[in-house]
């Protein structure tokens, strides 16, 4: 089910309502910004309003500023990837000077560069004075939500696989992703495995990566972190589709596998204490 009839059925059985705004913030026409702190103000004060920063793949992708007067978006391109022709901006004059951005705004410049753990921002203000910083990625004010998925093995062998989300910003309206798609996001058959995605829904759904991987324990004579291989790292990856995925297999065996830089993930068996890791290769 899904769309109004979904949400009356789910509303019937007393599922708690959010209004749209609750999953609107700044960023949210920009999904793949992070959240800067806020830049600091010269001689105190309350900082500038939040800075919004996309830095992919070691490079300073775009950049958007939130302008102190509520309708003062600022959003500065210069990835044509993500659809940006060239330094493009929307209210301010920007430029790139080798790896800097500088954007200059009512006597105001402010000169970006990528750096590790953040964007390296440097602010001149009209009086000469200068503010130098590295504006770090505020987790607690990233999307809301999120994917969460869950993949389990009972004490019978009765396999469970279950996936939630919200899916991705900017989305068209009307958008199924691969999260409730059986075979696509979730599956699980005790014959093989169970597995929950989570990452670009639209390449999980053409490629049925979680019936992909039971097929290929199935029918194949793969191991598990072999399966996952052959379908997150390779054939996912060869197409541009970024995430990953839980899995449990039949005999108990966790394995974990993501083309991305990282992803949130826990784990826990009879044998083993819980675990949770961000980022490297695991379990
Ligand atoms: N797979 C989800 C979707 O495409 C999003 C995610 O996992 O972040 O809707």
Redesign the pocket.
Known sequence: MAGPAADAHLLSLGAAEATPDWFVHAGAAFPDLVLLADLPRPGGGPPFAGAWAGVLGGRLNHALILGEEPEAVIAIGINPDLGFEAAETLRLRSRRLNDYLIVETGGFRIAYRAAAGGLEARLATPAGEVVEGLLRPRPDLLRRG??VGAVARDRCGDLAAASS?G??GSKLSGRV???PLIGA?TYADNRTVAIS?????EY?IRHTVAAQIAGRLRFGDETLAEALRHVIVDELSEVGGD?GVIAVDASGRVEIAFNTDGMVRGWTTDRLPPQTMTGGHAP
């Open positions: 999120g994917t989300t899916g991705f992703g691969d999260t996001g995605t989570t990452g670009h829904g999980f995430g």
